[in-house]
């Protein structure tokens, strides 16, 4: 029964207290209590000798006694358990602990200390009464407090006369104008960890701490302890990503600043080089080309921001409209012609069926990202004299468009972190390629906002292969 006696081995221990429940206390201190009617370890029942029968029928009774009042310890305890395990907010969770260490105990206060995990501190966590703001400022010493002793020594301790006990902090009772007598103090383990304490203190029946409160406090505190610690990960968790949200919306808030400050200067640029082109010859001539080609490259990438911090924004709204996809097809390889020929790319569409508009029912700008992302990529990461096919196919109400080229390819393991915002299968210091790695995380929002689908598949050196699905309708959903 006295499963919380340490061997002799400790007997040494210069830190060791005759009334603490972890080295050998004294035996007839052990004696005294009331155990109540045992159960475990007992003599079977079936070894009853026969003999007086009252005798027996008066031990039956005992043991019934005794099994009822286990059932029902176990019942409370399944209880509480289930409780505990029924919140996972840190505050009201502590407070079912130290509503029921008292209950299932009977005694006068509990109190939860923990462990400051950023200072190392032992502060009150949550008391009977609440935790007043004086209570809470209180820093309870571990080299001399009875907590500190639970913690340092990582077992249980019972003490009666907490006052004349040399480890005692009296300033608690100070500030709460409270009286202890008697303290039963547990650890709070997680696993190899003691994160805090369990106190329950003053026993109000006139025995005193038996070794059911034992058994109890130390059940109630493996329980606590657990739920504690999820509950305090799961406010870590919450506040983390509340941190990230703002860092989110501070890069957000940049994107779009910087995007509208660039946007006025560059348009400028791009007016002024138009006019100054038409109007001059020779050399000039092509150094304005440069310019312009490059304050376009720059617009491009611009735009580029700009668009992702619309598919940011939750709710994107779509603009909807019946369009032809062949015609939105044709419309982007024609932007694009100038950059092919300059490439010596060869770029070829198919549409099937073949005599039809292909009309699709959707926003027929963000479509056109859609396609134009996909199609920049091809000319960007395919080599000169390379080829690059486009083709929508219908069928069974959804538009299968696919971009096909014979470039660089991307190694298996990057097929989803290419449409990961800013990521680059390029490591950035050695790039060749220009883009910011926004393109096709922007594809795949405005993918997802007409509920289809896009993924690519290719081989490294040979080309890739990029693939969108997208429903015919609003009320038709690929999967
Ligand atoms: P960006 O093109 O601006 O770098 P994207 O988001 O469009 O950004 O593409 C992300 C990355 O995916 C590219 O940097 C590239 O490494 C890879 N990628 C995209 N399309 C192709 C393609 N057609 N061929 C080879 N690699 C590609």
Redesign the pocket.
Known sequence: MLRYLDGPGQESDPDRHDDDLIPQPDPSEVDDLDFGPAVDGDEPLDAVRVGDQDDQTDMLKQKIVGLEHRIGYLERIVKVSQMLNSTLSLEPLLQIIVQSATELTNTEACSIMLIDRNTGELRFAEASGGVSSALRKISIPMDKSIAGYVIRKNKPILIRDAKNDPRWHGDVDTTLDFQTQSILGVPLRVRDRVIGVLEVINKTTSEGFNEDDIQITTTLGLQAAIAIENARLLDELQQAYRDLSQVDQLKNDFVSIASHELRTPLAVILGYATFLKDNVKGEASEQLDIVLSSAIKLRALID?MVNLRHIQTDGVQLERSIFSLKSLVNDVTKEFSQIIATKKLILTTKFSPEDSLLNIDGDRQKVYLIVA??V???I???PEGGRIHVSVHFNDHKYTLS?I?T????PKA?YDR??DQF????PPLTRK???????????KGMVQVHRGRIW?E?VVGK??K?VVVLPSAPDVRDE
Do not use: C, H, P, R
């Not at 470039?407 to 991307?410: A, H, K, L, N, R």
């Not at 390629?433 to 594809?443: D, H």
């Open positions: 580029d992302n996909l920049s990529n091809a960007k990461f395919t971009v080229d470039g660089i390819g991307i990057e290419i449409f990521y680059q299968v390029e390629y220009q883009g910011m790695g926004l393109g096709l995380s922007i594809a690519v290719s080309g890739s990029f």
